[in-house]
């Protein structure tokens, strides 16, 4: 068969686009195929149901107009009748289509410019299609561009098969790119939008330094250091945490490589950014205790429920362990997921004798006793009137100085008063209107219940409508600070766990839900805990 050359230029203009945007012909034809059928409706009437058809080898078009067969004829531009539709094809069915072959048609201007925008926008489409589907699956990767322009500060990086942004606040501070740079980064989201896929690239993201690290020591490539945490200050410091699954090998040591070449390596890429390499540590305490090298530190405290650390340095450290502008102890918190406070020995030598203090007073006013049995139990570890009350009495007869007449009376003591202070609570709920009911609930005290008559919390309906983190308060961690919302009952020390069973007793007494759906939250609830 012999091509025209009309047909031939169509297959090679299809050929052309396709390789320089990187799609498939056939999308190209189709595109053009559409085209045509737009153009001819424009002709033929756009009620007309045409279609177009390119025969991807030979270039050749058929256009034909499509007419359904139906009983009776309602619209004579896309409608044929079942006996006129079998003088045609006595096969055909109603429902069927009859297809009428056009004669080859000559495009006007308007109609050739209407069929160029089709193409175009079909096209546009299908490259969109292809670059959102061959970078999204790239995400976490490192990709290499060449800065194409730079617009109100975010730069626009040629790809090669994609187009990039670097936003302003994504570059390392002081950075300057101009057209035709080199420039390496991060790839951490490609999202559909409406001008096409956006592929959003980042050189400060903690990814990004691990990504470098990966292609400079063939360990962690490997797998036989892991990077566990990464925390940046763009520009300025970081601090990895590293592990080695392998005893022989130094994780520290292999990232820092033959005199410093492989950190070195990494540094340069990010302008000169100081490196800390943290050995990791499955210890809280070792861990943190490392993440806030080159300090030294004393002694640390930890609160695990809370996620805080209580640091104590020498004093000659405090300024080092801290760092300039907060810098060493914010980014040992990012790396450790934990609150990290900085003392002194001074400052917490100070603070331990207030507690003290307050501890001795507390005795002596609830105990009516003189300082020096008051500072006798604070001194003993006591904390609290109710632990002197209902210890076991040995543990006070055994305090040198005491005997067993006198732990009694202590104890004697300790429990009127307590006994006071619930009669005034007691009272204090009465006024505010709170229910006796309430205090049926497993956990709620008389001081709870004041608490909560405060927040107009009065019936058991009422706190059934409370949420866990309403009654002991959540975190927020963002920028490797936590910020805590105290809930109601956070003053009474109740924990999350002691708050939803709680909740859930009071929905289960107010009829809210039935003793198999509560047993369902527990073991939901001891699950996720596991």
Not at 513 to 519: F, H, N, R, S, V
Request: aromatic share 6%; net charge negative.
């Amino acid at each position: 068969m012999v091509v025209s050359a009309n047909r031939l230029e169509l297959l090679q203009i299809a050929d052309a686009v396709a390789r320089e945007k990187s799609i498939d012909k056939q999308i190209v034809i189709d595109a053009m195929a559409d085209a045509i059928q737009k153009a001819a409706r424009s002709r033929y009437g756009l009620e007309t149901n045409i279609r177009a058809d390119i025969n991807p080898q030979t270039g050749e078009m058929k256009l034909q107009r499509l007419m359904e067969v139906v009983e009776k004829v309602e619209d004579y531009a896309t409608q044929i009748a079942l006996v006129t539709a079998r003088e045609r094809n006595p096969d055909a069915q109603i429902g069927d289509f009859i297809a009428e072959q056009l004669p080859p048609m000559d495009f006007g201007r308007i109609a050739a410019q209407s069929a160029k925008q089709v193409i175009v926008q079909k096209v546009r489409e299908a490259e969109r299609d292809r670059q959102y589907d061959e970078y999204k699956d790239r995400i976490g990767e490192i990709v290499n561009g060449t800065v194409k322009r730079v617009e109100y500060g975010n730069v626009i990086v040629d790809l090669g098969r994609g187009e990039g942004i670097i936003r302003r606040d994504e570059l390392i501070p002081r950075e300057i790119y101009k057209y035709g740079d080199r420039v390496r980064a991060y790839v951490y989201d490609v999202r559909r939008e409406q001008r096409g896929p956006q592929i959003f690239l980042s050189r400060t993201h903690p990814q990004f330094m691990a990504k470098l690290f990966t292609m400079e020591v063939p360990e962690i490539y490997d797998g036989i250091i892991e990077i566990k945490s990464v925390a940046r200050d763009p520009g300025s410091r970081a601090k990895i945490a590293v592990i080695s699954r392998d005893s022989s090998i130094d994780p520290v040591g292999a990232c820092v490589g033959m005199r410093g070449s492989r950190v070195q390596a990494v540094v340069g890429e990010l302008q000169g950014e100081k490196i800390d390499i943290i050995p990791w540590s499955p210890s809280a305490a070792s861990f943190i205790v490392n993440a806030l090298q080159p300090a030294e530190v004393a002694k640390v405290v930890l609160d695990e429920d809370a996620e805080r650390i209580e640091v104590v340095v020498p004093d000659d450290q405090l300024s080092l362990a801290i760092g300039r502008r907060g810098q060493n102890v914010r980014l040992a918190s990012q790396l450790t997921g934990w609150d990290i406070d900085i003392l002194t020995e001074q400052e917490e030598s100070e603070r331990r004798q207030k507690e003290f203090v307050e501890r001795s007073n507390l005795f002596m006013e609830a105990l009516d006793v003189d300082e020096m049995v008051g500072q006798v139990l604070a001194s003993e570890g006591f904390t609290s009137v109710e632990e002197v009350a209902y210890v076991d009495s040995d543990e006070i007869s055994s305090i040198d100085g005491f005997d067993e007449e006198t732990a009694a009376e202590i104890q004697t003591r300790a429990r009127e008063y307590l006994e006071r202070i619930e009669a005034e609570h007691d009272a204090k709920r009465r006024e505010l209107g709170v229910e006796d009911e309430l205090r049926e609930i497993p956990g709620v005290t008389t001081a709870m219940m004041v608490t909560l008559g405060e927040d107009g919390v009065k019936t058991v309906e009422d706190f059934a409508g409370y949420a866990a983190d309403d009654l002991a308060g959540w975190k927020e961690r963002k920028d490797g600070e936590t910020k805590v919302y105290p809930g109601v009952l956070a003053p009474h020390g109740i924990s999350h766990a002691d708050a939803e069973q709680m909740i859930m007793a009071a929905r289960l007494r107010a009829g809210w839900i039935t003793e198999d759906e509560a047993d369902a939250s527990d073991e939901a609830d001891a699950e996720a805990e596991a």
